[in-house]
């Protein structure tokens, strides 16, 4: 399996100036056996004409707004490829990340693959041109990791009542389930940063990652109180 | 009289069910607290001094006043070392009726335990957060900052 199927979804909502670009950036990535999976989350813009002239190669799905953590879900059900890639449409991938990171996931018995990440931001505030910031550094991030669809098939879909640190949920249940992540250095995301995406609710923001972090130490005391090391055993132990 | 406040905005924190979860943002270290402990906490976190603190424990859970304070002097001293709170001056005012405590939830007493700080270290990989950049509120986009580091 050197050049396996890899899905790469991208949920968006109202993002029809940028997502161009983060598809070309897919295309960019000279990987011929890929799907692009684009999940529309009840977009009001022109996101839907945008992607018909953007290609035949893509899929693209509407759905109501339900938020990202649905939205991802959605293209999970329907993806058919072996390995799993996330982008958002504001976000762009750097030439070379999907053969770069495929090769070490391909090669290593882990299921994930997390590599760095770099900003983009403005390069001053009346120049509409993004730069990339100096500063690197390795984040959990759906958008620049790589995933075998074993792995959801072991934890299952992102949940759909967090709105805020789904993604964080998703990776702590991985943990506990005995999944390995593999980390690299290399930056294989550019997050563009921008007002929208920065003027986070941070009291809000907070009270999702308590409710995340709590219902992980839940789990945790409860396969303590079992004896059983991680979920995946639990499942086994009780087929 | 001594007095805490928590070190926000680095340490985010939230009750539920009457179990407190802290989060170091600046390590990604988590911790649970519960009973006793979720409501020093909460006290900590309401401006009050280390003695309106043993007053109000020792009342609601009536237990012997000594006895609580060197728990809440032990336990404010794990805090302290964990970085989840510093040393204040108290120059709010405290208000007793504004306060959620878990021991006035229920009716029935409470059963007193010693508070205990529960530390998961398993996860700062993965709780770490991105560094934040400054918005210009006037393009409502943010431009790089040369001082920034990782």
Redesign the interface.
């Known amino acids: 399996m050197p050049f396996p199927l890899i899905s790469v979804i991208i949920p968006t909502y109202n993002r029809a100036n940028f997502l161009h670009e983060a598809i070309e950036s897919i295309n960019n990535q000279n990987y011929s056996n890929l799907e692009i999976i684009i999940v529309d989350d009840g977009s009001t813009d022109n996101t839907k004409k945008i992607v018909k002239n953007l290609g035949s190669n893509l899929k693209y799905i509407y759905q109501k707004n339900k938020g990202p953590a649905a939205a991802r879900n959605t293209g999970l059900k329907v993806a058919k490829g072996e390995i799993i890639g996330f982008l958002d449409s504001d976000d762009l991938w750097p030439v070379n990340k999907l053969n770069y990171q495929l090769k070490e996931l391909l090669n290593s018995d882990m299921e994930i693959i997390i590599g760095g990440v770099k900003h983009l931001m403005l390069k001053d505030s009346k120049n509409p041109k993004f730069v990339e910031h100096s500063v690197t550094y390795n984040r959990r991030s759906l958008g620049s990791a790589l995933f075998k669809i074993s792995a959801f098939k072991k934890v299952g879909f992102l949940d759909e009542n967090l709105i805020l640190w789904e993604d964080l949920d998703w990776f702590l249940r991985a943990h506990e389930f005995g999944i390995k992540i593999l980390w690299q250095k290399k930056i294989t995301l550019l997050i563009r940063v921008h007002r929208e995406n920065m003027s986070r609710d941070v009291n809000r923001g907070n009270k999702f990652l308590s409710k995340v972090l709590r219902n992980s130490i839940k789990r945790k005391r409860f396969l303590k109180n079992n004896g059983v090391k991680n979920l995946n055993l639990l499942y086994e132990l009780s087929d | 009289m001594a007095s805490y406040k928590i070190r926000t905005?680095q340490i985010?924190?939230?009750t539920?069910d009457g179990?407190t979860?802290i989060?170091n943002l600046d390590n990604g270290n988590?911790y649970?607290i519960d009973g006793v402990g979720a409501d020093i906490w909460n006290l900590i976190d309401s401006g009050a001094n280390i003695n309106q603190i043993s007053e109000l424990i020792s009342e609601n859970y009536n237990i012997d006043k000594d006895e609580v304070h060197e728990s809440i002097e032990e336990l404010t001293n794990e805090l302290i070392s964990e970085g989840l709170i510093v040393n204040s001056k108290n120059n709010e005012k405290f208000d007793k009726a504004a306060i959620n405590l878990v021991s006035l939830e229920n009716n029935k007493n409470p059963e007193y335990k010693k508070p205990s700080l529960?530390k998961?270290t398993?996860?700062q990989?993965?709780?770490?957060?991105?560094?934040i950049?400054e918005?210009?509120d006037?393009?409502?986009?943010?431009?790089?900052k040369?001082s920034?580091?990782?």
Not at chain 2, 138 to 143: I, Q
């Open positions: 905005p985010s924190h939230e539920i179990e979860v989060i988590y649970s529960e998961y398993d996860m990989d993965l709780l770490l957060l991105d560094p950049h918005v210009d006037e393009s409502g986009w943010p431009t790089p040369d920034e580091s990782d």
